[in-house]
């Protein structure tokens, strides 16, 4: 068996798509929509741990939500890649709810925008490079220190996003990655009530 990582994902999908063709075909079942059937979009952090782990937690199965993950679940202005992606799914495939789910111990909780920019010069990104995008990378890295104002940050700026319909509820929840235990930080639906 090769050690290389793409090789195994290749055998490794092979056997799988054997497997579940074989699967389907007892079940008689229709591959799932590209609409979320629960109408869900949950944004998250692309921590390892969450894989699996997430969808398990909030009993969310194949095509029942989208989910947009990124570094930190941070959003990196009013229109970026996240913001594009929520629009999609409000607008195009029928998403009414959205939770923002952030982490307990992440990965980056200790990296410094210093020490971010020292790597990637050491890996032959060019110090003008890094110069373009300076300001950006202090402010980002900065929001993994706090995960939990993280989720509250994000919550409060999509509610505020002019491209996200205000009837939408925007909940805001923390995932222990270790057990899968969920804490709610922010009640969309009581927001909604307030207004």
Known sequence: M?????DQVMNANREFVEAYKEHNRQLESPPPSKIPSKEL????????????????????????????????????NTFGVVVRSLVMAIFELGVNEIMVIGH????????????????MISRGISEDAIKVIEQSIDSWVDSFHHPLKNVENVVRTLRSNPFIPKDIPIHGL??????????LIVDGYAHLERK
């Not at 090769?2 to 793409?6: D, E, F, K, M, P």
């Not at 921590?47 to 990196?76: F, M, P, S």
């Open 41 to 76: 979009a949950i944004f998250t952090c692309m921590d390892t741990r969450l894989v699996d782990l997430l969808e398990q937690a909030t009993g969310i199965g194949r095509g029942e939500a989208k989910v947009i993950k990124n570094a930190g679940n941070t959003l990196a």
């Open 104 to 119: 307990k111990d992440c990965g980056m909780a200790n990296a410094t925008a210093d020490g971010l920019k020292e790597k």
């Open 2 to 6: 090769s050690n290389r990582i793409l």
């Open 174 to 183: 923390i995932i222990d990655p270790n057990d899968g235990h969920l804490e």
